[in-house]
């Protein structure tokens, strides 16, 4: 059974960095894709970045070069680390699973999601 537990998520100024972990089990198939999904008060679910079974990771326009998702060695924590924080990053973050490699931005074509974390950036 997979289960994604997200820590790390809390109140950040402007400009400042963050990292959110996701702690990952039962992902037992060889190809897969883990991301992470942000949403906003009055605002749909958005994709942020995506890592494969490979490592390649993708990474949506509004966080492009000021994120970097990653794994740990056993493959059992994603990170997501965001520099440059901005109010509009404020939302609660949420990691996801899906059992294919191809990487989607939309969260219906995700199987498996934790519970997320609050993070809030704070003018």
């Known amino acids: 059974q997979v289960r994604l537990v997200e820590s790390g998520g809390g109140s950040v100024q402007t400009g400042g960095s963050l990292r959110v972990s996701c702690a990952v089990s039962g992902v037992n198939f060889r190809h897969y894709c883990l991301g992470w999904f942000r949403q906003a008060p009055g605002k749909e679910r958005e994709g942020v970045a995506f890592i494969d079974n490979d490592g390649s990771t993708t990474y949506v326009d509004s966080v492009k070069g000021r994120t970097t998702i990653t794994q740990n060695a056993d493959k059992t924590t994603m990170f997501l680390q965001i520099h440059s924080l901005k109010p509009e990053d404020t939302a609660i973050y949420t990691c996801?699973?899906?059992?294919?490699?191809?990487?989607?931005?939309?969260?219906?074509?995700?199987?498996?999601w934790g519970q997320g974390t609050q993070v809030t950036v704070s003018s």
């Open positions: 996801a699973a899906r059992w294919l490699t191809h990487c989607p931005t939309n969260p219906e074509e995700y199987t498996w």
